[in-house]
């Protein structure tokens, strides 16, 4: 197995996350608001990703629009590595010459990387989102170490606790990996095969730009779910019984439509397009320049 992918991916995937994450921040406190059964939650506090930018800088302090950056560079080291060499791995799999690659092909391998890759860094996942969805008010995770966060977490939740959500945790990254890698390839072979541009940089500009919209209106919903899902706490309350809002994502999922609507499972689309449309772009730009310079060094 090559193992450059895994290297160059994990790379790739560190400097977007780190470029974009004020954005992802936003996103997450857009999704968790309006939820009409979450007391703590329930207030629309923010009227769009830009008063939520400012909003949350001026409350909380800007450090906090980098709340759990270090989980989440530590889930894309781990996620992100995972994710690309599995991907590559499974293409050479399914098709050993890389000029028979299809488009039906690539999904499937983006499918399962996605998937396995996310199921596995999930506890990094949902200490992000914890961290994230804390304001300065409440004395919370974010003021401990990452380390002390997981343990904290784990005693009081247990390992299903740091394993909250990974169903649509893994069906996201598996909708998004399925999406964005192969249309990423798709629309990279389609503008070299009709000569429109070389393999160079604008190339990388236009297939990541597509595929990051592909991603964005794919996997919004399940990012909904998902971001919900992680974030309440299944903790004992005065009278011994477990405080969970949803107790699945097929709950979460109706609950939310029944009392919010269809459009909430597209709350925060624009900070998740505005997001995933950058981290596309960083995130295979850096990926080819990786690629190109690692493949040198190496050869």
């Known amino acids: 197995m090559d193992y450059r992918p895994f290297i160059y991916g994990g790379l790739a995937s560190m400097t977007a996350e780190f470029g974009t994450f004020p954005i992802d921040t936003t996103k997450t406190r857009l999704q968790l608001q309006g939820q009409v059964i979450d007391a703590k939650q329930k207030e629309i506090r923010y009227r769009g990703m830009l008063h939520a930018f400012v909003r949350i800088a001026r409350e909380d302090g800007i450090k906090a629009l980098y709340n759990g950056v270090a989980p989440a560079l530590l889930r894309q080291a781990t996620y992100g590595s995972l994710k690309l060499g599995f991907y590559h791995a499974l293409k050479r799999r399914l098709v050993k010459n890389p ?11 983006g499918v399962v990387a996605g998937a396995v890759s996310s199921a596995i860094c999930n506890p990094t996942d949902l200490l992000k989102i914890r961290m994230q969805a804390e304001y300065q008010s409440v004395v919370n995770v974010r003021r401990k170490g990452m380390l002390q966060s997981f343990a904290s977490i784990f005693k009081e939740e247990g390992i299903r606790g ?39 940089p604008y190339t990388h500009f236009c297939a990541s730009g597509i595929a990051g919209l592909a991603g964005a209106i794919a996997s919004n919903p ?48 624009v900070p998740q397009f505005l997001r995933l449309f950058p981290w596309n772009v960083i995130f295979f730009m850096s990926y080819e320049q990786y690629k190109k310079y690692g493949n040198e060094v190496l050869s």
């Open 99 to 109: 000029k028979d690659e299809t488009l039906y092909y690539n999904v499937i391998a």
């Open 222 to 269: 399940i990012d909904v779910v998902r971001t919900r899902m992680m974030n309440q706490r299944n903790l004992k309350g005065n009278t011994g019984s477990a405080a969970v809002i949803y107790t699945s994502a097929a709950h979460c999922l109706l609950t939310t439509l029944r009392s919010e609507g269809f459009f909430a499972l597209y709350r925060g689309f």
């Open 162 to 200: 740091l394993y909250r959500g990974v169903g649509p945790t893994a069906q996201r990254a598996a909708v998004i990996a399925g999406v964005e890698l192969p249309v990423y390839d798709w629309c990279k072979k389609k503008i070299l095969d009709l000569k429109i541009m070389g393999d160079n």
